[in-house]
């Protein structure tokens, strides 16, 4: 849910292994605690979502800390394992280095798979939020394994580049800015 807004379908489809009734014992406990609400979007979705409430929200620096220091023991997934776009965005967000984006104050639109998101560097921060960036001054296109791979160290960004797993579209320092802010190295 840091990324927004999702369904219960939603929620489901992107935890593997998890059953339809710990979901709802899990979902439960994090709206007594206070971390989760239940929403409606406005029309035309008008579905019925689950949302962070700002006390949830105020747990992201936490959940990207810990999706840093997972990084670095990352394995490539399971064949039977699908990555989610969101996951790939969890990283990218964990790989950030605030000391090389002082002063950077850019929205960047990233494109996985079938997912997009709007990536934005303010103030020595990045946030992820599902949808289009308003003005993106680069797009990032990759397939579904690609940038989780590249952001975990487990292939190079050169070599992706180079096959067309990921394609940086934008001028020369946007992409120069948006590399060195994610830590991600290239000689292409």
Known sequence: MLTGPKRFTDLLNNLPGMGTNLLVTRLRDLELAGAVERATL???????????TPRGRALEHAVVEL?????????????????????????????FRPEAAEGIEEEYQVEVADAVFHLAVRGG?????????AAPALIVRADRYALLAVTSGQRPLAEALETNAICIDGDTRARERFLDAFGLETVA
């Open 42 to 52: 406005p029309p035309p979705a008008a579905s019925a979502v689950y949302q962070l």
């Open 67 to 95: 999706a840093d220091w997972g990084l670095a023991t990352l394995d490539a997934p399971p064949s039977d394992v699908t990555v989610r776009p969101a996951w790939s965005l969890l990283a990218l967000q964990a790989a």
């Open 125 to 133: 921060d990045a946030t992820v939020e599902q949808g289009p960036a």
